[in-house]
């Protein structure tokens, strides 16, 4: 209980919160005076330490330095030991600078490597905490790093230290806080003793005292306060006379007044009841009084009062009164008395104000509602305030919004057209200047959405003398009547404009009186002039072809009796004799008893339809002919609905009778022979999956046994979602065209044989050809060489006895036996390139060329020759042979240049259709290209051998080597103008 007392003083009075608001200051302060030495003292601490640390440490890595050089483990370890001396010292050790550890107060760490020494060679402090400081030094010998010495020393000692300063700055600044706290009491009591006297008056007042006054002297705060305190309780004083005295009159006033006015307490009840109550309720005031709270009058449903105080609320209800009668009340409550919950109820009748709103919305409803059905809407302009009124629906037309005040006249033209915003501009200044009304249809250009068309009416309103006061009228939107007007305007030009593009003749007849009407696409489509056309029946009639007039008759009058609608063809005879076909359609009027009495309808010409028909059938027997002739037929495969149709070429390939096909995939699939359905099926399906036509071949399998052949051919359509829909194909049969494939087969595999017999004995004639080719160049080398010796002894030995002519015979017959040695050497050469077997690799034709090239610029290296050589592309070959290709090319470049001073030979190539094609072209002498035939045969020259020397044996050695590589060989020239040799290479080359 005392405890609370003090909480209640300290916390809930001006003297208790002062008292301790100087107390819980003065404990911070004292408390952050203390916490702040605390941690200078750490701080202090923890420099000495490490600084004690690191001292160890340079003392131990000098003196360990020469010992780690000497791997001197004992005496390090003895260095070692000696530190466990120092006091708080954890750990030492001595360290290699790998990290390997070599002396450590815990011997179990020898040998180890440590892996969080610093990565720089200088002083480092690894670890600063309260537990522990630790720190590295390099032991350095001259600029030469060996090692390290840690050190890790605790602070266990320092902590200590630590603590007795904190409990003696906690013992100090508790004595600091208990003094200030008892310097606060008494400051506080002192401070606060006028102001308690205050407080006394206050309490006075409170109890009931209302003359009570503070009698507290001086000029401070709290004489101030009770010198204003005292002047409130006089004017407080001074109010309640005057409140009584208005009591008195409000008092007076409610009972004269027609409203029932209640005072009630915060749960309803009644405080005070005005005496007129029965006006409203038909209750007395006894009975009001009697039912005793406000709820039970109005309703419990009542909704409840503001409870701000002094906010007016005002409820509409319905209550029924002692009489029955339901009246209309309008209940305005508000808040009198925060204190007591006091609050006022005025009540007022309002049945007779709420019958005429509701009159008056009624009437308000059904004007807009006929407003929206017949899209009206009104305004009214009073001139004298410029306020413009509009409806609903005028607003609706516009387009303007109905949350906004109408716009002003200039911004309302703005919604015309500016033809229409001029035209209602002019009205409306002749109905203010002259009151004339008026009536216009204008074009409205609103400002979103559509255009549309209204029919703007006013009038205008006058006064008593006569004097125009205001305007007022209706727009009515014809939107839509004019959009009808419009569509059938556009409906009438584009039946006129069909009625011609079509030839279509429109016409009415009456039966009654026998009259044709005709338009005058009827005069057009007869050939005749509205003046030639008599207008009757009978007219019509005649211009009919005479063929067709009496069926067309009889059709008229069947429909006429009702037995057929009148849609018919026929034919017209025009006046120049040329024939039209028309068709007709016609519906009769009738009257009540079915007669008929007139008759509409339209003619159009089909005789481009009928001739079209006539072609489409001349087309189709042509189609079937051509058919038949090719034994072709086309088919469709309705997918939805498995209906198969056939073309009569079909049937005639099939010999089916079309009455007993039954026309589905089934009974096409059971026509084909046995082996075959499956894969017609598979082939079908698969085409069908993959959206691929399909082209194959099958056999039918006729009744007498007989075996035909057919190619068949099928393509797919398919819808907007991927679902096929019907295929298409054709049925060729290829019967005859098989047999013959056959019969060529048959020859053909005849012939092979044949050729290859053939081929044998041709490889064995070209082996003994090539046998004896060797043996003869062989056998002849025995001769020439004779002939060349004894030409040579001949010449040595009798030279003094042959004249010139004798000399000259030596030298021919010499030259002559050297000759025919170098064409036995190249008829050995061409006959060993055909003989070769063949090596295929993958041939640098670069390396090829310059092999190749190398003799042949030696030979010629006192010649000007320009060598412009391209990149070559690797080919499949013979690298040998087709090196004796390029040395064959050169070599007959360089030799048909010689009279050239400035020889030019090109080499290049180029890939093109699956093939690889080389070029070797010079500005030589050229040859005839009417003799390019010869070029490449055997001792064939275009050239003498005093021009130019040789066999002609080269060329054709290119060709065979070429040929056997399966290749080709050309050349192009002109005389004097050079030569280009082109040889090609399948391009068989291997990535």
Request: net charge negative; glycine share 8%; aromatic share 8%.
């Amino acid at each position: 209980m005392m405890l609370k007392r003090l909480f209640r003083f300290l916390l809930g009075t001006l003297r208790g919160r002062l008292i301790v608001s100087v107390a819980a200051v003065h404990a911070v302060m004292m408390a952050l005076f203390i916490a702040d030495l605390t941690a200078r003292q750490g701080a202090m601490l923890m420099d000495r330490q490490i600084e004690d640390a690191t001292a160890l440490s340079q003392s131990l890595a000098t003196s360990a330095a020469g010992w780690i050089v000497a791997e001197d483990v004992s005496g390090l370890q003895e260095l070692v030991e000696v530190q466990r001396r120092y006091p708080e010292v954890l750990f030492v050790m001595l360290v290699d600078k790998e990290g390997r550890v070599l002396a450590d107060t815990d011997q179990s760490r020898l040998g180890f490597y440590m892996r969080d020494l610093p990565r720089e060679v200088r002083q480092t402090l690894l670890a600063e905490t309260p537990a522990l400081v630790d720190v590295a030094v390099p032991a350095v010998i001259g600029e030469r790093h060996v090692g390290w010495a840690r050190v890790g020393i605790g602070q266990k000692a320092a902590g200590e230290k630590l603590a007795a300063i904190t409990r003696s700055g906690v013992a100090y600044a508790l004595a600091a806080i208990l003094i200030g706290s008892l310097v606060a009491w008494f400051m506080g009591r002192w401070i606060t003793r006028r102001l308690y006297a205050v407080q006394e008056t206050f309490d006075a007042v409170r109890s009931g005292n209302h003359l009570a006054r503070s009698k507290l002297a001086g000029s401070d705060e709290a004489a101030a306060m009770a010198g204003e305190f005292n002047a409130m309780l006089d004017a407080l004083a001074q109010r309640d006379a005057e409140l009584r005295e208005s009591e008195e009159l409000h008092r007076l006033t409610l009972s004269n007044i027609d409203d029932a006015v209640f005072i009630t307490d915060d749960a309803g009840t009644f405080k005070y009841i005005c005496p007129n109550v029965d006006i409203i309720f038909g209750y007395s005031f006894q009975e009001v009084q009697a039912i005793g709270n406000i709820l039970d009058l109005l309703g419990r449903d009542t909704p409840p009062p503001s409870e701000s105080f002094g906010e007016l609320k005002n409820i509409e209800r319905d209550i029924t009164d002692k009489s029955g009668k339901v009246r209309s009340l309008l209940v305005n409550v508000k808040k009198i008395s925060i204190k007591s919950g006091t609050r006022l109820y005025t009540c007022r009748d309002i049945t007779e104000r709420k019958q005429a709103e509701e009159a008056l919305r009624k009437s308000e409803n059904d004007l807009k509602e006929a407003q929206r059905v017949a899209h009206t809407g009104s305004w009214d302009w009073d001139m004298a305030t410029d306020v413009i009124t509009w409806s609903e629906e005028y607003y609706h037309i516009y387009g303007f919004d109905p949350t906004q005040r109408p716009p002003g006249y200039a911004e309302h033209l703005k919604a015309y057209t500016p033809e229409s915003a001029a035209r209602l501009d002019a009205a409306v200044n002749r109905n203010i200047q002259t009151g004339e009304s008026y009536e216009l249809d204008l074009e409205l250009a609103r400002p979103e959405g559509p255009r549309g068309w209204i029919t703007a009416r006013s009038e205008t309103r006058r006064d008593a003398q006569g004097h125009v006061i205001g305007l007022r009228g209706t727009a009515q939107d014809i939107t839509e009547r004019k959009q009808a007007e419009e569509d059938i305007r556009r409906l009438n030009e584009r039946f006129s404009l069909a009625t011609r593009a079509a030839r279509l003749g429109v016409w009415d007849w009456d039966l009654e009186k026998n009259q044709l009407v005709w338009d005058d696409g009827m005069y057009a489509l007869y050939g005749v002039s509205r003046e030639d056309f008599a207008g009757a029946y009978e007219a019509w009639l005649n211009g009919l072809h005479p063929d067709d007039r009496a069926a067309s008759d009889e059709i008229s009058k069947q429909a006429q009796r009702g037995e057929r609608d009148y849609d018919t063809e026929f034919r017209v005879v025009w006046p120049d004799g040329s024939i039209h076909h028309l068709k007709a359609y016609g519906q009769f009027v009738r009257d009540a008893d079915g007669k008929p009495l007139r008759m509409t309808g339209v003619n159009y010409d089909v005789t481009e339809r009928k001739r079209a028909e006539e072609q489409l059938r001349r087309s189709e027997r042509g189609l079937s002919e051509a058919q038949r002739m090719a034994h072709l037929g086309n088919w469709e495969l309705d997918l939805e609905s498995n209906a198969l149709t056939w073309s009569d070429e079909i049937f005639r390939i099939f010999e089916i009778d079309p009455e007993r096909f039954d026309a589905s995939y089934d009974a096409f699939l059971n026509a084909i022979h046995p082996d075959d359905r499956d894969l017609v099926n598979k082939a079908y399906t698969d085409s069908v999956k993959s959206r691929l036509p399909y082209d194959i071949v099958h056999r039918l399998r006729m009744p007498d046994g007989r075996i035909k052949y057919v190619n068949e051919k099928c393509e797919t359509y398919y819808g907007a979602d991927g679902k096929p829909l019907r295929s298409v194909g054709t049925v060729h049969d290829i019967t005859e065209r098989k047999r013959a494939e056959d019969q060529v087969l048959e020859l053909n595999q005849q012939l092979e044989q044949r050729v290859t017999e053939r081929t044998a004995q041709l490889e064995a004639a070209n082996k003994e050809l090539e046998a004896f080719a060797y043996s003869v160049s062989h056998d002849l080398r025995a001769p020439l060489r004779h002939i060349d010796g004894y030409v040579e002894l001949l010449v040595s030995r009798c030279r003094d006895g042959l004249n010139d002519k004798g000399l000259h015979y030596v030298d021919t017959i010499a030259a002559s036996a050297r000759q025919m040695g170098v064409l036995i050497d190249d008829l050995l050469q061409f006959s060993r390139t055909g003989r070769a077997e063949l090596h295929r690799e993958d041939v640098d034709m670069n390396r090829g060329l310059l092999e190749a090239l190398g003799p042949i610029k030696e030979s010629n290296a006192k010649r000007n020759i320009e060598w412009v050589i391209g990149n070559l592309p690797p080919v499949r070959g013979d690298a040998a042979l087709l090196r004796q290709v390029w040395a064959n090319l050169l070599e007959n470049a360089v030799k048909f240049t010689r009279s050239r001073e400035n020889a030019r030979i090109e080499v290049d190539a180029r890939e093109e259709k699956g093939e690889t094609i080389f070029v070797v072209r010079d500005n030589g002498v050229g040859f005839d290209m009417r003799y390019v035939g010869k070029l490449f045969g055997v001792f064939q020259r275009l050239h003498s051998q005093e021009e130019f020397d040789g066999t002609g044996i080269g060329l054709a050695t290119v060709q065979r080597i070429v040929f056997r590589h399966g290749g080709r060989v050309w050349a192009e020239a002109e005389l004097n103008r050079g030569a280009t040799f082109y040889f090609s290479l399948p391009d068989e080359r291997t990535v």
